[in-house]
């Protein structure tokens, strides 16, 4: 069978995520990591914001706030902020880069039949996966939801085979964007109410009440939600960790319909006129935009 098809209380089919923000307490150290480990540009700096990314798509923010603390342990919150790479060689260069400089901080791999991933955390605890898309042929949809699974992928047979001397003299050169952002969240139900019922994602994998995977256009997922580290979790105080999570929409046309369907349903917007901001039931802040904007 095929991806779900779209609906017009839908999100357009071309959404894409843009980047997420992180409020971190070591800025230069947080920004020397993401450069030099994870292999991004830094694109812009403004005070206590710098922005990394590749060419001139941000794919992390991070915003200086040593005045917050760790989140307690059980929070909701961000699980990961996952980066996609265009080809295996691309991906095989970051994760030598990690192998080399950062092997501490590699949490473990997975091919999950659409993808093959590589996880770590960066130096505060945030959660970071690196992977590379199978091609949607080669994905396989059964009864509207698109089969993933974890299976086991070395990642030094990973790298013996697709990393090149050309990757390694280069790092950084390929294009790379936030793929989907995982979220932990106090339940899967009111996350799949939030989400795809008044956000407009389509759901496209669930896992019983563990785990919620949503998208947009029949992508195997944008966003997920899991209860594995948060189970029963409340709203979210200011903590270091997730500032923002940016959805990219294709038109300003776009951006209003999503404003409207917020209204109707009661969920808090703040709309400045370019991006509308709103929470979620736990809090994490989400930004949508018009892209390229």
């Not at 590749?54 to 919150?77: D, F, K, M, W, Y």
């Not at 959660?127 to 992928?153: F, K, N």
């Not at 790092?171 to 019922?197: C, I, M, N, Q, W």
């Not at 979210?236 to 349903?265: A, N, Y």
């Amino acid at each position: 069978m095929t991806a779900p098809t779209a609906r017009p209380d839908r999100l357009a089919a071309d959404t894409a995520m843009g980047p997420v923000t992180l409020d971190v307490a070591d800025l230069a150290g947080m920004t020397a990591f993401y450069r030099d480990v994870i292999t991004l540009q830094v694109l812009s700096e403004d005070g206590p914001v710098v922005t990394l990314g590749r060419g001139t798509t941000p794919v992390v923010i991070l915003r200086h706030s040593p005045q917050l603390r760790h989140a307690a342990p059980g929070s909701a919150g961000l699980f990961h902020t996952a980066i996609l790479f265009p080809t295996q060689t691309d991906l095989a260069a970051v994760l030598a880069s990690v192998a080399q400089q950062a092997p501490q901080r590699f949490t473990g791999s997975a091919d999950h039949l659409v993808s093959q991933a590589f996880y770590l955390d960066d130096p505060e605890g945030n959660g970071i996966e690196l992977y590379w898309d199978r091609d949607r042929t080669q994905w396989s949809w059964v009864h509207g939801q698109v089969e993933m699974a974890t299976l086991y992928l070395d990642p030094n047979d990973f790298l013996r085979e697709h990393l090149t001397p050309q990757a390694l003299e280069v790092p950084g050169s390929s294009d790379a964007v936030v793929g989907h952002v995982h979220l932990s969240v106090g339940d899967t139900r009111s996350a799949k109410e939030f989400y795809v019922d008044r956000l407009g994602f389509d759901t496209t994998a669930e896992l019983g009440n563990q785990a919620l995977f949503v998208s947009a256009g029949g992508y195997h997922h944008h966003m997920a939600m899991n209860v594995w580290n948060s189970r029963g979790a409340g709203r979210r105080f200011s903590t270091l960790g997730l500032g923002q999570v940016d959805i990219e929409l294709p038109s300003s046309d776009d951006v209003g319909e999503l404003t409207e369907r917020m209204r109707h349903f009661g969920v808090r917007s703040v709309d400045d006129g370019r991006t509308v901001s709103l929470e979620d039931p736990w809090a994490n802040l989400i930004r949508v935009t018009v892209a390229g904007s």
